[in-house]
T-cell receptor
Framework: DAGITQSPRHKVTETGTPVTLRCHQT?????MYWYRQDPGHGLRLIHY???????DKGEVSDGYSVSRSKTEDFLLTLESATSSQTSVYFC?????????????FGQGTRLTVV | SQKIEQNSEALNIQEGKTATLTCNYT??????LQWYRQDPGRGPVFLLL?????KEKRKERLKVTFDTTLKQSLFHITASQPADSATYLC??????????FGAGTRLTVKP
């Protein structure tokens, strides 16, 4: 299995509190992604990174911010959690060999905002 | 707006038959298209990738086609088995940075 770890695996938090999810990789892959998965919507891209300190928005970035200060870590922050952000969050990594590379996914973080 | 649509939310077939799943896209010019399998409670797992200049790819019982004129990819599982039951996701990107997914099709193979 690709070396990708998400933490925490489960979290319950209250509305209005800040939450940070961590994605850690040991593969030295260039690209890292954060997705959320909800019934009926599949995987929706929140933010992605194409290098240290290089990030860009995905299709559902409102209410989320990211940081990548080193290759191995990609952090997703919910500044003020809302119930609509209750979801399963997946991190993915990809290498830099051109458009031929597969993505490897973490095991997911189940976040519940009450 | 850009869309990736997978033909149905659920597909039920009998063991031994061929399962065919569809992925259609709108307002994309993808450089590649990928298919993933996802089991309940797990992250997606890569199955196959096909590039824009390729028509067909095979891997064991799996076959993927890519028609950039129709803006469609078909994913076939031949001689299906109950162990093939899972959700299958298509993903595409216009460059190496971006990777967007369809909502997935839940396949159930009945013995």
């Amino acid at each position: 299995d690709a070396g990708i770890t998400q933490s925490p695996r489960h979290k319950v938090t209250e509305t209005g509190t800040p939450v940070t999810l961590r994605c850690h990789q040991t593969e030295n892959h260039r690209y890292m992604y954060w997705y959320r998965q909800d019934p009926g919507h599949g995987l929706r891209l929140i933010h992605y990174s194409y290098g240290v300190k290089d990030t860009d928005k995905g299709e559902v970035s409102d209410g989320y911010s990211v940081s990548r200060s080193k290759t191995e870590d990609f952090l997703l922050t919910l500044e003020s959690a809302t119930s609509s952000q209750t979801s399963v969050y997946f991190c993915a990594i990809r290498g830099a060999q051109g458009p031929n590379t597969e993505a490897f996914f973490g095991q997911g973080t189940r976040l519940t905002v009450v | 707006s850009q869309k990736i649509e997978q033909n149905s939310e659920a597909l039920n077939i009998q063991e031994g038959k061929t399962a065919t799943l569809t992925c259609n896209y709108t307002n994309y010019s993808p450089a590649y298209l990928q298919w993933y399998r996802q089991d309940p409670g797990r992250g997606p797992v890569f199955l196959l990738l096909i590039r824009e200049n390729e028509k067909e790819k095979r891997k064991e019982r799996l076959k993927v086609t890519f028609d950039t004129t129709l803006k469609q990819s078909l994913f076939h599982i031949t001689a299906s088995q109950p162990a093939d039951s899972a959700t299958y996701l298509c993903a595409l990107g216009e460059n190496n940075n971006d990777m967007r997914f369809g909502a997935g099709t839940r396949l159930t193979v009945k013995p």
